[in-house]
């Protein structure tokens, strides 16, 4: 099965950085592409970025000065590097994956989240 294995998240200042990351392993044939999505209490999960396997990039308004997503293909990892980091960016963050797995037709897979806390 495939699993995606987030890590970086934590408690950080107003205005400091982290940088997390999501591995995607198991039985995997190739990846399309992978985003990371914010949960907030109370609120709907909402994209932040994502980047397909070629390349292409897409961010949220909100965070596209101060985040950057990018991938290393021959890992199955996904990077965001959190800058510039505001009390309002305090959430989950969850990876997701589109995939195809061995054997299996395309579909999307959730990581099971980490936790960014921005302190004023």
């Known amino acids: 099965q495939v699993q995606l294995v987030e890590s970086g998240g934590g408690l950080v200042q107003a205005g400091g950085s982290l940088r997390l990351s999501c591995a995607a392993s198991?039985?995997?044939?190739?990846?399309?592409?992978m985003g990371w999505y914010r949960q907030a209490p109370g609120k709907q999960r909402e994209l932040d970025a994502s980047?397909?396997?070629?390349?292409?990039?897409n961010y949220a308004d909100s965070v596209k000065d101060r985040f950057t997503i990018s991938r290393d293909n021959a890992k199955n990892t996904v990077y965001l590097q959190m800058n510039s980091l505001k009390p309002e960016d305090t959430a989950v963050y969850v990876c997701?994956?589109?995939?195809?797995?061995?054997?299996?037709?395309?579909?999307?897979?959730w990581g099971q989240g980490t936790q960014v806390t921005v302190s004023s």
């Open positions: 980047i397909t396997w070629g390349g292409s990039t």
């Open positions: 997701k994956a589109t995939l195809l797995g061995i054997l299996r037709p395309a579909a999307d897979y």
């Open positions: 198991g039985s995997i044939f190739s990846i399309n592409a």
